[in-house]
């Protein structure tokens, strides 16, 4: 049973940075990408950052240049640098992960991924 568990979120002034963590466990299949998404109130869940299972890496542009993902595909763990955060970086920030391999241009796409955490809140004032 795949689990994923976030840690990283707290409360920042503008311009500031935070590190969001993601551990998965449980995998059984070493195949598999992770993707960074974040919702806000009354919004949408929106992909912002992943790593497919080659290792390419996709961004939204909302966070292309201030924000950079990382995966250590030996400790199923997915990373996200989060720099010059605005105040509409303010959402729950959720690491998801699928099985598999190619997501390629859906790998951003929320309807892709099995398994999700729990996520962890960031506040941007």
């Known amino acids: 049973h795949v689990q994923l568990v976030e840690s990283g979120g707290a409360s920042v002034q503008a311009g500031g940075s935070l590190k969001l963590s993601c551990q998965a466990s449980?995998?059984?299949?070493?195949?598999?990408?992770m993707a960074w998404f974040r919702q806000a109130p009354g919004k949408e869940r929106e992909g912002i950052a992943g790593?497919?299972?080659?290792?390419?890496?996709s961004y939204a542009d909302s966070v292309k240049g201030r924000f950079t993902v990382s995966r250590d595909h030996a400790q199923a763990t997915l990373d996200l640098e989060m720099n010059s955060l605005k105040p509409e970086d303010t959402a729950m920030y959720y690491c998801?992960?699928?099985?598999?391999?190619?997501?390629?241009?859906?790998?951003?796409?929320?309807?892709?991924?099995?398994?999700w955490g729990q996520g962890t809140q960031v506040t941007v004032s």
């Open positions: 998801a992960l699928q099985p598999g391999s190619g997501a390629s241009y859906t790998l951003l796409n929320p309807a892709r991924y099995v398994y």
């Open positions: 449980g995998l059984s299949d070493s195949t598999y990408y």
């Open positions: 790593v497919d299972s080659d290792g390419s890496i």
